[in-house]
C-alpha cells in the first residue's frame, strides 16, 4: 500500500489536497465532540509511562521515537477511531475513524512527556492536514492524545506557540486517549527489518535522520 502511495505521490498531490480539506471539516467536527469524553489515564509499570501520537505512517512514527534517549519501545498500532479491533485493511479505508499510531514506552527520569511532544512537532510537517509525505487520508491525520489535563495544557500551549512561530495553522488534532489497539506483528519494527523496503529508503529514513539532525542532542548513542 505504502510502495503504491509512494509511486503515485506526485501524480494525486492535488486531489489528495482537495479531499483532506474535506476531511479535516468532518474531523475537526468529530474532534469537537470528543472534547466531552473522559480521558483514560494509563498506569505507570515498573517506573514507565505510556504515550500515544499519530504522525501519518507508524512505521516512521516508531523509528523516530525508538531513537530517542528515555524512550524503552514504540509499538505501532491505531487509535482515536469509533470501530472495534481495527486492522490495517480496515482503517486503510478510512471508515473506521483510526489513524495509524504509535504507544510510546518511556521512562519518565529520562524524558519527559513535555520533550516527547517537541519530538512529535519535530519530526513532521505541522501544517499538513490528513497525512504526511506522500500518505493522506484520515488514517494517516496527525493527533496528539492526552490523559489527563497537564498533558492537555502542555500540548495546547506547544500547539499554540508552533502556530505563532509559523503563522500557520497546526493540523495535529488534540484528542482525550480512549484506548490502543496493537498492530499487526509484521508492522513491529518495519523499519528496522525492512530497510530495503522502497518506502523506507525513499521516505522512513529520510524523515528519521531529518528528525535526528535537528535533534541531536536527544538521539541515544549507537553501539
Known amino acids: 500500500m505504502k510502495n503504491i502511495l509512494y509511486i503515485l505521490w506526485s501524480a494525486t498531490l ?89 504507544e510510546i514506552i518511556y521512562d519518565p527520569k529520562l524524558v519527559s512527556f513535555s520533550t516527547l511532544v517537541d519530538v512529535y512537532f519535530g519530526s513532521q510537517n505541522p501544517t499538513q492536514v490528513n497525512g504526511q509525505g506522500p500518505d493522506h487520508g484520515s488514517q494517516y491525520r496527525s493527533i496528539i492524545f492526552y490523559q489527563n489535563d497537564e498533558q492537555k495544557q502542555i500540548i495546547l500551549e506547544k500547539k499554540e506557540a508552533l502556530s505563532k512561530k509559523l503563522n500557520k495553522r497546526i493540523a495535529a488534532e488534540v484528542m482525550p486517549f480512549q484506548k490502543f489497539w496493537k498492530g499487526e506483528g509484521y508492522h513491529q519494527d518495519y523499519e528496522k527489518r525492512n530497510p530495503n523496503n522502497p518506502y523506507i529508503r525513499n521516505v522512513s529514513i529520510p524523515r528519521l535522520l531529518k528528525f535526528q539532525r535537528k535533534f541531536p542532542n536527544l538521539i541515544k548513542e549507537k553501539h
Do not use: M
Open 14 to 102: 492535488l486531489l489528495s489536497s482537495c479531499q483532506g480539506n474535506s476531511q479535516s471539516v468532518k474531523g475537526e467536527k468529530e474532534n469537537s465532540q470528543k472534547q466531552n469524553i473522559t480521558p483514560v489515564q494509563v498506569e505507570s509499570v515498573d517506573g514507565l509511562e505510556r504515550a500515544y501520537f499519530a504522525s501519518g505512517c507508524f512505521w516512521c512514527v516508531e523509528a523516530v521515537y525508538e531513537s530517542v534517549i528515555g524512550v524503552k519501545e514504540s509499538i505501532s498500532g491505531y487509535s482515536g477511531g469509533h470501530t472495534e479491533n481495527p486492522t490495517y485493511q480496515s482503517s486503510n479505508t478510512g471508515r473506521t475513524g483510526h489513524a495509524e499510531a504509535v
